[in-house]
Structure formats: C-alpha cells, structure tokens
C-alpha cells in the first residue's frame, strides 16, 4: 500500500502566492491590451451619409435572378431609376434609347473587389461601344464591413463609369432582381432586359455583354 | 453600437490574439528547448488558461452577433460549434481536475482549427467558393480586417490553436 506523502511545510502559500502572480498578471496585461486597444481606436472621419443614396425606382420589379437557369426576365422591362452618384451628381437608369450595362457592385465583396479593375482596364482599352452606357450600382453598401467607404475604393480603382448609389435596404438591387454580386443587367434603350449574369465574368464576359447590348 | 466602439473591440481582440499566439509560440519553443520536462510548466494552470481562451473567444463571438450585428457566415457557425463546447468541458475539466479531458478537448480544437484554416484560405482566395457574392452572407467575405489580414476566422483559429498547445501543457499539479 502507497502511503500518501504529507505536502511540505509552507507548500500550499507558496502554490497560493503562485496563483495570485498569475492573476496579477493577468489582469495587468489585459489592462495593457485595453489600454493599447483604446488607444487606437479613434473615430474614423468619414460622413456616414455618403455611403447611401436616395434613389427613386418606377416600374415593375425583374424577378429575382436565378443563375444557371433561363432568366425567366428577359424581355420584361427594368423599373426606371433615378438617383445619383456620392458626389450628388444626379444618375438614371431609364429608357433613353441607349442600350445599357448595368453593373451591381458591393463594397466588401471580393469578387467586385476583382472585377472592377477588370472592368475599368476594358474601357480604358475602348472596348465599351459608344453607343453603350455601362451604369454602377453600388448596393449592399453596409458601413461595419470592410472596404468602407464604397466611393474611397472606386475612386482609388480610377471607376470612371456614372454611378448609382442604392440605398440602406438595397431598393435597386431588390428591382433587378440581384441575387449576388457582382451582378450584370443588360437593357436595350427601351430598358428591356436582354440578359442578366452575376459573379466575375472576366474580358470575355465583357466583350459578351457589350455585343448583347449592341445586338438589342 | 458605435462605430468606435467597434472598432475598439476589433483592436482588443486583435491584439489578444497575436499575445494569445505569441504565448502559444513561445511554449513549443520551450518544449521543444527543454524537452519532456517543459511539459510540466503549467500544470493544472494550463486546463484554466485554456479555458479561459474559450470563455473569451465565445463572450467575443456572441458580441459580434448579438450587440454588433455581425450576422455569421455558415463556415463561423461551424466554427462556433468547435468553440461553445470547449468553453464548457474545459471548465468541467479544470473543476474535476480531470487530465483526460486533453483527450476529448483538443480533438474538437483541432477540428475547429481545420475549419479555421480553410475559412482564412477561402478569404484569400475566394474564386474556391465560386465567383459571386451572397449579398448576406458569403464566407469569402471579410467583416472586419486588422493589420491587414486579421478576420475573425483568423481569431478563431488562434483560440484554437492556443487551446490544443495549452492542453498539451496540461499535466495534474502535484498534491
């Protein structure tokens, strides 16, 4: 049988002397990270009204896109739009007789993130036909994500094209039917929908749209 | 919530998770410069700190729900799922002062971490997850971004991390 050693003399204080350097410890460097933290945290200097807009929306809603589907919408007609971009400058989407490339953008979505450079380089190359408007929508804007705020990266990436900015709840998104981003709404100039496709489409999907566009 | 209230909770937990790593780091550096004998640095401390990383990595992701409204992505809930658990066997654990609890904790660290890991990769590289954005809540998309590449699958990975190194730690104290 094992016998079970007696704990030395002054054993326990020093195990409890241990314990409180641990929590002393503890609490002093939390204290530094909250100090640290706070310290850092200041307010960013950025309006937030300037993220959203106020846009107007006339007409029929596009069913909701569903992708690798028939797009049960082509050949209804797109609501009209109007609103402006995040210097006030007014923006419509309407049927002015031009064909038109609408394109959805998020903020803190990756895959705009990607595409808009894509985008910007084709039209800085000529590639967007002169009778073809390409119009951004920038929706989904939420201001706790990153990329904040949505103009800031737009002007950064040179974004030359005019520019709609939806509201909070996403008005202009939820009318053209947008079920993910980025998101592309092809109107010939009667604001009918010749086709509508979302995620990265590259040069090629460009290039695609604009004949599309140019074909209506 | 204020915005600067946030962001203050976003540098807390950053810079609480570089100590967490850095702590972590340092024990296998002392493991493995010392040898079996580090093992025993911790002792029972360990179950407890381990625990304590839960308890902090579960109140932080219920904050970011509930009072931020960060709303989770489906690969955060898997994630949460690792990490509920732990916050409540670690300190069934520590109070039993039961060793073996390393046995059934550090298995569900690891399977978190795992997630963890393909949530980071997915936010770099989010062509693996297709090439559109859910517009509510796409895991490929980042909700908060510190020092340039920190998001919160980042933070849930270091908690896992630091939960498996410590339980590796995790030997009973002499009585």
């Not at chain 1, 200097?45 to 082509?74: N, R």
């Not at chain 1, 609103?83 to 903020?107: Q, R, S």
């Not at chain 1, 709840?169 to 496709?197: Q, S």
Request: charge should be negative; aromatic fraction near 10%.
């Amino acid at each position: 049988m094992t016998q079970r050693t007696k704990p030395k003399p002054g054993a326990k204080d020093a195990k409890g002397k241990t314990t409180l350097w641990w929590i002393v410890g503890g609490v002093v460097g939390l204290g530094l990270i909250v100090a640290l933290a706070a310290s850092i945290a200041t307010e960013p200097e950025v309006d937030e009204s300037i993220g959203y807009g106020d846009p107007t929306v006339e007409g029929e809603p596009l069913p909701v896109y569903a992708a690798g589907t028939q797009d049960v919408a082509l050949g209804l007609t797109a609501p009209t739009v109007s609103g402006a971009d995040w210097e006030g400058n007014p923006v419509t989407i309407e049927p002015n007789g031009n064909a038109k490339i609408i394109l959805f953008l998020a903020h803190w979505c990756p895959h705009c993130q990607n595409e808009v450079p894509v985008v910007q380089d084709w039209v800085d190359a000529g590639n967007l036909p002169e009778d073809v408007e390409l119009i951004s929508v920038v929706t989904s804007t939420d201001r706790s994500r990153t990329n904040w705020p949505p103009q800031d990266w737009l002007e950064e990436e040179g974004w030359t094209s005019p520019s709609v900015m939806d509201d909070q709840i996403g008005t202009v998104a939820a009318n053209y039917g947008m079920a993910g981003t980025p998101f592309y709404v092809v109107l010939d100039g009667e604001n009918v929908n010749l086709g509508r496709v979302s995620g990265e489409i590259g040069v090629d999907g460009l290039n695609a749209l604009a004949a599309l566009a140019q074909s209506g | 919530m204020s915005a600067q209230t946030i962001l203050f909770f976003n540098n807390f937990f950053a810079i609480l998770t570089v100590v967490a790593l850095v702590g972590a780091v340092g024990l296998l550096i002392f493991r493995v410069v010392r040898g079996p004998e580090a093992a025993t640095l911790l002792g029972s401390k360990a179950v407890w700190l381990a625990w304590v990383v839960a308890l902090v990595a579960t109140i932080g992701s219920l904050m970011y729900s509930e009072l931020f409204h960060y709303v989770p992505c489906r690969l955060c809930w898997f994630q949460r799922i690792a990490m509920y658990p732990l916050a409540v066997v670690l300190l069934v654990g520590a109070l039993r002062r039961e060793v073996a609890v390393k046995f059934y904790a550090i298995p569900i660290a690891l399977i978190g971490l795992v997630i963890s890991i393909y949530h980071n990769v997915l936010q770099f590289f989010p062509s693996l997850e297709g090439t559109s954005c859910d517009p509510l809540v796409p895991c490929s998309a980042r909700s908060i971004e510190m020092f340039g590449f920190m998001d919160l699958p980042f933070m849930a990975g270091a908690g896992f991390i630091v939960i498996a190194v410590l339980l590796a730690f995790y030997t009973k104290a002499p009585e």
